[in-house]
């Protein structure tokens, strides 16, 4: 079904269209049709923006697996992009949003350049796709894909008739397939591009990262992908069950007063995510996407075995620990049940200052470090392929947003574009102020993150060198501060201390892992 959009977009041209000085010859033919792009800020990159990967999921298609695009007349003028998925903030925002955009430097379709597709962050609720320009990387060799999917209740909604009416007797998740529809589209035509489908790598940060964790445990997307790339964020506690998330969307149909699932599905957004409706994003273990929890699939070394490249950031807490003193810190410590006095070790304190340091250096290690630590070692163990960790610990200059390395504050460096991602740049506007030794830096990531897409390895001519991860005392990872050489771990004791939690957790009932 093609959409009012998607129609007046496709623009038939009359006059032949000309290949531009040093790029790639347009149009560009895809499976769906003719397209055409924009010009980079460089000459040497050209642009392809709100292309369809997927049928809009609208109406009878809201909850659904995500369909195949459908063919467009005439040409496409891929010019703009996309709209935003559905999100709880203002802008323009719509359920037609399955799109994907391409950046390029190829000058022609056999050149066959490594992919790098972008899955963006913002805990599965927020962003986009167009946040982030690839542009930088585009011109360092490699073809650069960023993606939408679903997000919030409109990504993840599980539901006991959902789950009847499918064919693979699941529900929720649809987020996650929407990305594994982009990575198919992205095997059937990104030769057009430029780009070599042999040689795609994934690679996001946050809810983006969790989304490369599950794509790498899921057998759904086993295949469309050769590398992997996870910047703070992964998924091996313990995860919610199908049967939980059913639950909650009981819950939402009841919160919005519809009688049936046509009802439901008739409901608007702003309905769907008012504030009396209450709903937890999550991916869920339904047997199908995930046949079982993450944490399992990698120890039964089960995963989309590849190469991967993953890392966690210094600061990753201060921007989630909005306050705290002794207070707060000693309450916290209980939940880790007769691991308190050690907890109170691990992340001592006197003063309140003290205490909100330890809260946050406790939620950088539980939510992030203990997590990415956990991925490596577990692929380390059950994996043939070799993974690589970094540890990112250089402040951003001023104007700060938040204190420290904070979380995302690596994405500008990795993206070799110190403008590339709205977590680069403070809350009023004003311009960061830019170092040499930030310009560096940001070519030095950059180019592992490229080399690393091309052979499966970062390292290369005039970089440090950059160790294989392996388990043991002196576990080392790439530290990426205001100098970059290879170190051993940090963080080790609470990393430890969890580990120990950790595995109680996952005996409890509740865990995935013990039913």
């Known amino acids: 079904m093609m959409t009012r959009m998607m129609t007046i977009r496709a623009v038939v041209f009359f006059a032949a269209v000309l290949p531009l000085a040093a790029s790639i010859p347009e149009p560009i033919h895809t499976q769906q049709g003719d397209l055409t792009g924009v010009a980079g800020d460089s ?50 925002t719509s359920e037609d949003c399955l799109t994907l955009n391409v950046y390029t430097a190829a ?4 050149d066959k350049l490594p992919v790098m597709v972008w899955i963006h962050g913002g805990a599965l609720q927020t962003g986009a796709g167009s946040m982030y320009d690839g542009e930088a ?24 008739d959902l789950t009847k009416e499918s064919d693979t007797k699941s529900s929720g998740n649809y ?13 059937k035509n990104i030769a057009a591009f430029g780009g070599d489908p042999g040689k795609v790598t994934i690679f996001g940060e946050s809810a983006g ?36 998330m059913e639950k909650m969307g009981e819950a939402v149909q009841e919160a919005v007063k519809a009688r049936t699932l046509v009802e439901l599905r008739e409901k608007s ?27 399992s699939i990698y120890s039964a070394g089960k995963q989309n ?69 956990t991925w490596a070692r577990l692929q380390s163990k059950t994996g043939k392929n070799s993974v690589y960790m970094y540890y990112f610990s250089h402040v951003p200059p001023p104007p700060e947003r938040v204190k420290g390395a904070y979380h995302g504050s690596e994405i500008a460096y990795a993206f070799g574009n110190l403008h590339v991602a709205p977590f680069a740049q403070p809350p009023n506007g004003a311009e960061p102020q830019w170092t040499d030794y930030d310009r560096k830096l940001a070519d030095e990531m950059s180019s592992y993150w490229v ?36 170190k051993a771990v940090p963080n080790k004791a609470g990393l430890d201390l969890l580990d120990t939690f950790m595995e109680e957790q996952r005996k409890l009932p509740h865990s995935p892992a013990a039913r």
């Open 43 to 92: 000459s040497a990159v050209r642009v392809f923006k709100g292309i369809p990967y997927a049928e809009p999921p609208i109406q009878g298609l809201r909850w659904k697996a995500p369909k195949p695009p459908t063919r467009w007349n005439g040409v496409f003028a891929a010019d703009h992009f996309g709209s935003e998925c559905i999100q709880p903030r203002a802008g323009f």
């Open 137 to 160: 990387l585009a011109k360092k060799g490699v073809v650069v894909v960023t993606i939408n999917y679903r997000l919030g209740i409109l990504g993840f909604l599980a539901h006991p």
């Open 107 to 110: 000058k022609a379709a056999a």
């Open 305 to 373: 075995d590849v190469p991967m490249l993953i890392g966690s950031n210094n600061d990753e807490g201060t921007m989630f620990t909005r306050s705290g003193n002794l207070q707060s810190l000693k309450a916290a410590s209980a939940a880790y049940g007769a691991h308190a006095d050690d907890f109170l070790k691990v992340y001592s304190a006197s003063t309140d200052a003290e205490a909100y340091d330890a809260l946050a250096h406790n939620m950088r290690d539980r939510v992030f470090g203990w997590e990415m630590r």
């Open 269 to 295: 957004p702003a309905e769907l995510t008012a504030p009396n409706v209450r709903f937890q994003v999550g991916v869920n273990v339904d047997g199908w996407l995930l046949p079982q929890d993450v944490y």
């Open 451 to 486: 080399n690393f897409a091309a052979t499966g390895d970062p390292n290369g001519a005039s970089l440090p060198k950059w160790p294989v991860f392996k388990i043991g005392s002196n576990e080392e990872v790439m530290s990426l501060g205001d100098t970059v050489e290879s």
């Open 209 to 244: 990262s969790w989304s490369v964790n599950y794509l790498t445990a899921t057998p759904l997307a086993k295949g469309l992908f050769e590398r992997a790339i996870g910047e703070s964020g992964a998924e091996f506690a313990p995860a919610r069950s199908l049967a939980d």
């Open 175 to 187: 987020g996650i397939l929407d990305q594994i529809a982009a990575l198919e589209w992205v095997k």
